[in-house]
T-cell receptor, first 113, second 114 residues
Framework: GAGVSQTPSNKVTEKGKYVELRCDPI?????LYWYRQSLGQGPEFLIY????????DSGLPNDRFFAVRPEGSVSTLKIQRTERGDSAVYLC???????????FGQGTRLTVV | DAKTTQPTSMDCAEGRAANLPCNHS???????VYWYRQIHSQGPQYIIH???NNETNEMASLIITEDRKSSTLILPHATLRDTAVYYC???????????????FGQGTILTVHP
């Protein structure tokens, strides 16, 4: 596809469960970002990958959150022991490098009940 | 990253130019100014970016002051579909290892009315 693809588009899970959110970046983009957005707020940075490595994970709120990008393409955001406060839209973006625009996916709406 | 200040909301009549201001008084020499917008229930959409010079593309124009402490995004002929939250972001760049984090603020809610 031409754009950033995120799956699933919606996820409802019970408190305490584990979830995985997937991001397929634009082909050839080396940089990949994860953000989350709560209602009425701007997107909040979580983690940034350059290639396979996490260049900046300073936005991950705690050790329940983890992200991987093993082959430098697809990335998975993993949330353990989900809490109701984790409910948000999780956004993924990719770019071809520094100084280049980032393209965002449509997001995954996570609801923890 | 430098902080940005934007008005909370603005209105514009359809067909008129929308001028969205942004203050970034602590911007440093290697920081770019980026503009994104977010239409309800969609991911943010890139609009334009610049370092020093004014920039224009098919969507908008970006005017950056000479001291780089502020900028204005111009939508020359606003349409109803331009109603969205507009984010002004300054983004650290640098040689060597890329550092591409975008830090979003609250943005400006632009409402285009008939």
């Amino acid at each position: 596809g031409a754009g950033v693809s995120q799956t699933p588009s919606n996820k409802v899970t019970e408190k305490g469960k584990y979830v995985e959110l997937r991001c397929d970046p634009i082909s050839g983009h080396t940089a990949l970002y994860w953000y989350r957005q709560s209602l009425g707020q701007g997107p909040e940075f979580l983690i940034y990958f350059q290639g396979t490595g996490a260049a900046d994970d300073s936005g991950l709120p705690n050790d329940r959150f983890f992200a991987v990008r093993p082959e430098g393409s697809v990335s998975t955001l993993k949330i353990q022991r989900t809490e109701r406060g984790d409910s948000a839209v999780y956004l993924c973006a990719s770019s071809s490098g520094w100084g280049h625009e980032a393209f965002f996916g449509q997001g995954t709406r996570l609801t923890v009940v | 990253d430098a902080k940005t200040t934007q008005p909370t909301s603005m209105d514009c009549a359809e067909g008129r130019a929308a001028n969205l201001p942004c203050n970034h008084s602590t911007i440093s020499g290697n920081e770019y100014v980026y503009w994104y917008r977010q239409i309800h229930s969609q991911g943010p959409q890139y609009i334009i970016h610049g370092l020093k010079n004014n920039e224009t593309n098919e969507m908008a124009s970006l005017i950056i002051t000479e001291d780089r402490k502020s900028s204005t995004l111009i939508l020359p002929h606003a349409t109803l579909r331009d109603t969205a939250v507009y984010y002004c972001i300054v983004r650290v760049g640098g040689g060597g290892t890329s550092y591409g984090k975008l830090t979003f603020g609250q943005g400006t809610i632009l409402t285009v009315h008939p």
